[in-house]
């Protein structure tokens, strides 16, 4: 089963083929008091034939994780990057990172890993959901220094401290160093799901 589509797309003549990216659980017990391994999402590619009505799905990673975002201004279009979050390896489902992925062609030739870059938050610490931003927020849609030009932006609570932190990482570089990190005034409770507005965004929601 699915509960995240990372993104879809026609391919082929008249759009034949639908390719449809999308972390899959291979078993997943929705009563379970500990989340197992072999719970974890990871990332698919589902291939339907329009023409003939079959379907093909082929595992493009062994990462565990889940919560893919990709470039906000490509949804529906063909796309080479995407991030996802990573599962730690303990029964809380609790997220240690993010995962860079690689969806072009030639990464996903057999024996290939699609996951081509990782971050790993500091011991003790745990992220939601990152969020994409490009670098340029005003206008989205340019990408002079390619697709993921960009950073990654998450909130993270370190347990050991009780404090919560805004990361900021480089999408492209994907370093375990971030651009930023902002100790937020108090703390945050763990959650999933984030996103990101910009402050002409945010201006236009307080004039409302």
Known sequence: MTFHIVNSWEEGPDGRFVEIYLFVHERLDMDATEFKPEYHGRMHKVTLDRKTGSAHMRKLSSVGGDFPVTHPMMQGQRTRFAWSTIFADDKFARHCGIAKYDMSSCAQQANNDACCAQIRYPAGCYGGEASFVPRNTNNPSARVNGEDDGVCVCVCVCVCVNTTYMMVYDAQTMSN???????????????????????SQLMSLQSV
């Open 177 to 199: 160093t971030p651009v930023a990190k902002v100790k937020l005034p108090q703390r945050v409770p763990y959650g999933f799901h984030g996103t990101y507005i910009n402050d």
